[in-house]
C-alpha cells in the first residue's frame, strides 16, 4: 500500500503518467494484494471473534481455533486460493512480498502472454476464496441472531463523516480516483484530488498521543465526539461503502446491494459492518484482477515513460485496504526529498476509534471487573479498523527514541531523558 502511494508520489514529483500499460499492471498488482490482505485480516483478526466466539479463550479464539472449528479442508482451500493471490503479486511485481518494480512514470516488469494465462487462472482462484469467505460470513454471522445483534446494534456504532475514493460512475476503487467526503447523514461535503487534500484535511497534535488527530477543515476541531456535527472521519471498507454507489462488478455490486438491504440504507455507522464490507471487497478485488487479466494489453512492452527534470512536488493517493492513504513528497531539483509527510488509514481513524474503545468499555466493564472475555469485547471495537500504529506513529518497533532535556531556569542543561527513562 505505501509502495503503490510512494511511486504515485514519485510519478507527481517528476511530473509524469505512467504508461496505459503501467497503470494497468499496477492496478492489477494492487487488487491482487487487496486479496491476499483482506483474506488474512478476515481470517485471522475478524472471523475467529464469531467462530469461536467472541469471549473464548485466547488460546481458543484464534486462527488455529478458526480451522478447528471450520474444519481442516477449509482451512487448506483458504491458504492454497489465498496463495494465488500471492502467486499474482509476484508474476506483477517481481517477488511475493516486498515488490521492486515501481519506476516514476511506469513499472519496470512486463508481463508476457504466458505470465497473463497463470495470472488469469489464479484470478479464478481468488473469485472462488471470496465466494467461500463470503459463505462463511452469511453461515456464521448474518444466520446468529446474537451476532447480527452485535453487528447491528449501538453498542459498536460510532457515528462519524466517511471519506472514500470513487470513480468516475461514483463506484468504489482502489488505485486510483478521486476522494469524496460525505457526513454523518450521507450527505456529500466535498470531493478532491492530489494536493487538494490540504483544502480539506487537517491534523492537529494532542499532548497525549504520538498519533495526529485529523479532522474535516471546514468544519474546525470539535473535539474526539461524534453524531452530528462531528467533525471526524472514518475511512476504510465501511467508509467506502458509505461514500460510493455501490461496485463495478456483478458479484460484489449483489453483496452490497444484500448488505444495503440488511441495514435500510447508508450510511452504516456500525463498526462491525467493517468485516462484511471487507469480505465484499475482497470479492470485487478478485473480480477486477479476473477483469484486467482478461486484457490482452497488459503484455504491451511499453512500461514506462522518459523522465525529465523533477518538478519537486508529488502527491500519491490510494485507498489502503485500512482506507485512504496520503504520501505528500517535496525535492530539490534533483528528486532527493527535502519535505514528507504521510498521512496513513489509522491516522485518519484515530477519533473514530478512540471513541469506539470508550463506548464498549464503558458498556462492558462494570463496577471495575475485567476479565479476558470482557475485555476481549472492548478489543472487538477496534479489531475491525485493522489498525497499524506503527504506520501512523511513523516509528517501528514501537519505541519512540525521544531525548527529554530538562533545563534551569538560566537555561542550562540539567540532564538528558530517554523516553522509557521518564518513570
Not at 479463550?57 to 496463495?83: F, I, T
Not at 513499472?107 to 505470465?115: A, C, L, M, N, V
Not at 487537517?202 to 474535516?216: D, G, I
Request: aromatic residues 8%.
Amino acid at each position: 500500500m505505501h509502495y503503490t502511494a510512494s511511486v504515485k508520489a514519485a510519478d507527481g514529483v517528476y511530473g509524469v503518467e505512467p504508461t496505459p500499460t503501467a497503470k494497468k499492471i499496477r492496478e492489477l498488482f494492487y487488487n491482487a494484494h487487496y486479496v491476499e490482505d483482506h483474506t488474512g485480516i478476515l481470517y485471522a483478526l475478524g472471523f475467529p471473534d464469531f467462530v469461536c466466539g467472541p469471549t473464548a479463550s485466547p488460546a481458543e479464539r484464534n486462527l488455529v481455533g478458526l480451522v478447528l472449528k471450520v474444519g481442516a479442508d477449509v482451512g487448506k482451500l483458504v491458504l492454497k486460493k489465498r496463495y494465488s493471490a500471492v502467486k499474482i503479486f509476484e508474476l506483477t511485481s517481481g517477488r511475493p512480498s516486498h515488490p521492486v518494480a515501481a519506476l516514476p512514470g511506469g513499472w519496470s516488469k512486463r508481463i508476457t502472454e504466458e505470465e497473463r494465462k497463470e495470472i488469469l487462472a489464479c484470478a479464478d482462484d481468488c473469485v472462488e476464496l471470496a465466494k467461500l469467505t463470503l459463505d462463511v460470513f452469511d453461515k456464521v454471522v448474518l444466520q446468529n441472531k446474537e451476532y447480527m445483534a452485535l453487528v447491528t446494534g449501538d453498542v459498536y456504532k460510532v457515528v462519524s463523516n466517511y471519506i472514500g475514493t470513487v470513480d468516475e460512475n461514483d463506484k468504489v476503487t482502489y488505485y486510483d480516483g478521486t476522494q469524496k467526503i460525505v457526513d454523518t447523514k450521507g450527505n456529500e461535503l466535498g470531493r478532491f484530488k492530489g494536493i487538494q487534500y490540504l483544502d480539506y484535511i487537517a491534523e492537529r497534535t494532542l499532548p497525549w498521543s504520538y498519533q495526529k488527530a485529523p479532522y474535516l477543515k471546514k468544519l474546525g476541531w470539535t473535539g474526539l465526539v461524534d453524531g452530528d456535527g462531528t467533525s471526524i472521519y472514518s475511512v476504510g471498507p465501511l467508509a467506502r461503502f458509505n461514500v460510493a454507489s455501490g461496485f463495478d462488478t456483478p458479484l460484489a455490486q449483489e453483496a452490497y446491494e444484500k448488505m444495503l438491504a440488511a441495514f435500510g440504507g447508508k450510511p452504516v455507522h456500525n463498526t462491525l459492518a467493517y468485516h462484511w464490507t471487507r469480505a465484499i471487497e475482497l470479492m470485487h478485488a478478485a473480480e477486477t484482477v479476473k477483469k484486467i487479466a482478461s486484457d490482452e494489453s497488459i503484455t504491451d512492452p511499453n512500461v514506462r515513460q522518459e523522465l525529465g527534470t523533477p518538478v519537486g512536488e508529488g502527491v500519491g493517493i490510494v485507498e489502503a485496504a485500512r482506507g485512504v492513504l496520503i504520501h505528500h513528497y517535496k525535492t530539490d531539483d534533483k528528486g532527493i526529498v527535502t519535505d514528507a509527510n504521510l498521512i496513513v488509514a489509522t491516522t485518519h481513524n484515530k477519533g473514530p476509534m478512540n471513541i469506539a474503545v470508550k463506548r464498549a468499555a464503558q458498556s462492558f466493564i462494570k463496577n471495575g471487573k475485567v476479565d479476558e472475555g470482557i475485555l476481549n469485547l472492548v478489543e472487538i471495537a477496534y479489531r475491525p479498523y485493522d489498525l497499524c500504529f506503527a504506520c501512523s506513529t511513523h516509528t517501528l518497533p514501537g519505541r519512540i527514541p525521544v531525548r527529554i532535556d530538562i533545563i534551569d531556569h538560566n537555561g542550562d542543561l540539567v540532564k538528558s531523558l530517554r523516553n522509557y527513562e521518564l518513570s
